[in-house]
């Protein structure tokens, strides 16, 4: 059964943030504006923003601080702050952790629950109300399809946490191309990544259907075309528009599908371990597939295949770990040297094993042991 429901409004194009703040100021009051660290909240995007509120004469306040992997004591701080000047409307701007915090703040505003309460596995979506602050959300960087997605990915005691309702859907996602992917290339890649890898996960789960196999196979074909170009190009409109529509297509093939092993075993590097979601992936990425492959998996022929967008030649499923790996060589030359070098310390891969048992493996094509997951985790993290 299909039910598709996207009531999140988008926009695409070149120098829209004008409008779409004008349009704004003539129906909010008082605008919480949510960011990230120095380089986001030093921007282009944040700077054109904040000028057009100005220039509107909107009362708004600039948050700042959301870091990669969004924790719960920084979305606390700003639902204290929105409770207390009484915003009526959150514009988030940024990444996939800025607009996740945005989204969960809206909720914590004028819900009271303990955020234990509202993660999926204790089936908090039966508790939030529709009675939600507006949330309008401007990608800087794209990749996640968190910008129109009704799920918020919060950090909490070193986990990973997914909290998630239909009223969660941001009111509208302003793409302007002049000021997407204009900072720090090397994290542009990883998180377009993140498009490419949930088509993939998408169209290969065991829950898919024709319609997320739609999505997911031009999620692909636009990620890798979007990344090889941007990586030529740093300022392609042409590639940044691929990279958007890779994005959405990506989030909306995941919603009718799933996605799988690659994700699920990425929430405990990003929630232990702090690692940035895209790069998470990336270091994944590879290993998973083999093992899938090894494992009985079948439906990799097509993604393999189009990697001829890129590198000209004819492709079968036991090429794609070798062309996933060639692939983020060609678009980050440095990836060698920049992929993070994990110690385990205290965490044992025992913990690591038992924290990808989440529900992002209910989607994986194949059944994978706790042997198949520790032998993934080790040989991605190089242990003996």
Not at 272 to 298: E, P
């Amino acid at each position: 059964m299909l039910n598709i429901n996207i009531s999140t409004k988008i926009s695409i194009g070149n120098s829209i943030i004008e409008d779409a703040i004008s349009e704004l100021a003539r129906q909010y009051n008082n605008i919480f504006v949510v960011t990230g660290g120095n380089r986001t909240s030093d921007s282009k995007g944040v700077k054109k923003i904040i000028l057009e509120l100005k220039k509107n004469g909107t009362p708004h306040y600039l948050f700042t601080g959301i870091s990669s992997n969004p924790t719960y004591d920084a979305i606390v701080r700003g639902v204290s702050l929105i409770k207390d000047k009484g915003f009526d409307c959150i514009l988030s701007v940024g990444g996939g952790s800025v607009h996740d915090s945005a989204k969960l703040m809206a909720v914590l505003t004028n819900q009271e629950h303990q955020i234990t309460d509202l993660f999926v596995e204790s089936q908090g979506y039966k508790l939030i109300t529709p009675d939600i602050i507006p949330v309008y959300t401007f990608p800087t960087i794209v990749g996640t399809g968190a910008e129109i997605s009704p799920a918020s990915l919060v950090r909490h005691d070193n986990h990973k946490r997914i909290v998630f309702s239909p009223h969660m859907f941001p009111v509208s996602a302003f793409y302007d191309l002049e000021v997407i992917h204009l900072d720090n290339s090397q994290l542009c890649m990883l998180t377009g990544f993140d498009a490419y890898i949930q088509s993939l996960e998408a169209f290969v789960s065991k829950q898919d259907n024709l319609w997320s196999d739609m999505l997911a196979k031009a999620g692909m074909k636009n990620a890798l075309k979007g990344l090889f170009l941007l990586s030529k190009e740093p300022t392609s409109s042409i590639a940044k528009e691929m990279l958007v529509i890779a994005s959405i297509q990506g989030l909306l093939a995941v919603a009718q599908s799933s996605v799988g092993a690659i994700h699920a075993l990425s929430d405990p590097l990003s929630g232990i371990f702090n690692v940035h979601h895209g790069t998470a992936l990336a270091m994944l990425a590879s290993t998973v597939v083999k093992t899938n492959i090894r494992n009985g998996c079948i439906n990799y022929n097509i993604p393999a295949s189009l990697f001829s967008e890129v590198f000209p030649g004819k492709y079968s499923a036991d090429d794609l770990p070798s062309l996933i790996d060639k692939f983020l060589r060609e678009i980050m030359s440095n990836w060698d040297d920049i992929r993070p070098k994990i110690e385990l310390g205290e965490t044992s891969i025992d913990t690591l094993v038992n924290d990808s048992e989440n529900p992002d493996m209910a989607g994986n094509p194949v059944e994978l042991s706790a042997t198949d997951i520790e032998d993934i985790f080790r040989n991605t993290l190089r242990l003996s």
